[in-house]
């Protein structure tokens, strides 16, 4: 059995930097592990997927369209598996000393999968799709303060803010970020034409998608299949199934409560990865009864954590505090104190709220994470001592994401947590953002957001994200019970780096590129 645990990120400056060693950070294997060799056809099976899924990478959200952008699609940066940021088809970047005005040089040589070669307005065209009024793009938070993207020459990229974002090039690492082909009005999305690795030979929503190798892709040290399938296998004992008979080599979100099971077998790898993961119970704040604080607070203290770290991750994470940074993030604040279990507490919330009991309904499916409806059920069952009525509705797997998330007021999430808090607060928090699950809406927080995106000095950004963090946790309608490690099977016959990446499941979800058959 392998058993790996990495945790935090490393994040150095970069106001200016370079490609020189960011390559080498990404490099699959380590010294004392022999090297990766090419061939063969990889199959994964895969916890996520929908029949209403799309190649347009606006309304990618999940596990499956994670890997396939990053498979398919070049990004003009990456977070290396040591969580630093490396370059990709960004071969450097530097920015005005106020951080506003970012410049991109962008990589010579580098062709899509259709033969056309990468210019800087398949750039400005990318980056586009994702702003304006027009646009549908899920992370329109995230690009928002792009105010102006321009070609400088043939080969770079300038990119005017707002204001100053001294973590800008980590928000280019997004996997809805991806560079595709320029057209007369955008970007061609609907053929799958990209300048990955990997090239797409067959995409059926919520069913599968088969890739090939890449052969004139610009690197040489990744892409070691030479073709994968990746199947949509939502059912837990089938994605099990299928790994320990060998229909599958890999599968994420592996039953807890039977991992020590697949532990035992001599042909099978465990990888379990502390990160950024988190489940949550995502309240819509402006609905009724969610509306009233006091509601949402006695919810949080409603919620036996340590009994859902114990009996839904089986020891493999730790206690959420209803705020979305990981204890190893760069602004984690050490100085909340972690909120307990007390029904006496939520009842006293609910009293505020002029209320003796309350009823909700809670949807829930393990499309949202494996685990996900027992959960709602602990849930439930500790509420009622705190006079709190939690009815829970078990949805549908297929459609969850597109029909009950952000659709119905109390429901299961999983997040993959981003590796800078201004891309997690941006994507998840932001007033009116396209995934603000919760319809939270805070002025100190919205005004926090945007000042300590820009400010440069250390300290002070630190005392902002620490407040932000405050406001969350007392004000916020996400119940951030535990923060789970990436727990995930392979079979012995894949080869896995020695440090694989933590800011998504699966070796930062850059499986395709990283892994081969020993």
């Excluded at 980056?127 to 009024?133: D, F, Q, T």
């Excluded at 080969?155 to 280019?172: E, I, R, S, Y």
Aim: aromatic share 10%; hydrophobic share 40%; charged share 20%.
């Amino acid at each position: 059995m392998t058993y790996r645990v990495t945790a935090g990120f490393n994040r150095r400056g970069f106001l200016k930097s370079t490609a020189l060693g960011a390559l080498a950070a990404t490099l699959p294997f380590g010294g004392a592990q022999a090297a990766p060799k090419r061939g063969g056809h990889l199959r994964v099976g895969k916890a996520h997927g929908e029949t209403t899924d799309t190649l347009d990478p606006g309304t990618w959200g999940s596990g499956f369209d994670t890997p396939l952008s990053f498979a398919i699609h070049g990004h003009l940066t990456e977070v290396a598996p040591d969580g630093t940021l490396a370059a990709e088809l960004a071969e450097s970047w530097e920015a005005t000393p106020d951080a506003k005005t970012w410049r991109l040089k962008i990589r010579k040589g580098v062709s899509f999968h259709s033969g056309k070669p990468l210019t800087v307005e398949d750039v400005i065209q990318s980056i586009n799709h994702h702003r304006g009024e027009d646009s549908t793009s899920v992370i329109g938070p995230l690009v928002k303060p792009i105010v102006d993207v321009r070609a400088e020459g043939d080969d770079t990229v300038v990119v005017d803010l707002d204001a100053g974002n001294a973590d800008f090039p980590f928000t280019l690492t997004d996997y809805h970020m991806a560079i595709l082909p320029a057209t007369a009005d955008g970007i061609d999305w609907r053929s799958g034409d990209g300048c990955g690795s990997y090239v797409l030979k067959s995409f059926k929503p919520g069913v599968s998608v088969e890739l090939a190798r890449n052969p004139n892709h610009w690197r040489d040290n990744v892409a070691w299949f030479d073709t994968i399938e990746m199947i949509v296998l939502f059912d837990q004992n089938a994605r099990t199934t299928a790994l320990t008979s060998g229909d599958v080599h890999a599968i994420d979100r592996l039953d807890l409560k039977t991992v020590g099971l697949m532990a035992r077998q001599p042909d099978i790898n465990i990888s379990s990865i502390a990160g950024t993961q988190h489940y949550t119970f995502a309240m819509s704040s402006n609905q009724a009864p969610f509306d009233n604080n006091h509601v949402r607070q006695a919810l949080k203290y409603a919620v036996n954590r340590e009994e859902l770290v114990e009996k839904i991750l089986f020891g493999y994470g730790s206690l959420g505090n209803d705020v979305p940074i990981g204890q190893g993030q760069r602004y984690f604040n050490t100085e909340l104190e972690q909120r307990p279990y007390d029904p006496d507490k939520a009842k006293w919330h609910l009293k505020q709220a002029g209320l003796d009991s309350v009823s909700v309904t809670l949807s829930a499916a393990d499309a949202a994470y494996t685990g996900a409806v027992d959960a709602a059920v602990l849930y439930q069952n500790s509420a009622k001592a705190a006079g709190i009525d939690i009815k829970v509705i078990r949805e549908a797997n297929d459609g969850y994401w597109a029909d009950v998330w952000r659709k119905k007021p109390f429901t299961t999430v999983y997040w993959g947590g981003r590796p800078v808090e201004d891309q997690m607060f941006s994507t998840a928090y932001a007033c009116g953002g396209a995934w603000n699950d919760t319809f939270f809406c805070n002025d100190r927080f919205e005004e926090l957001m945007i000042a300590a995106r820009a400010e440069l000095n250390n300290d002070t950004r630190r005392s902002m994200y620490f407040e932000m963090q405050q406001i969350l946790r007392d004000d916020g309608g996400a119940v951030i019970p535990m923060f789970a490690n990436y727990v995930f099977g392979t079979s012995n016959k894949i080869g896995l780096p020695e440090t694989m990446g933590s800011n998504w499941d699966m070796d930062g979800e850059r499986w395709a590129e990283r892994w081969w058959f020993a």
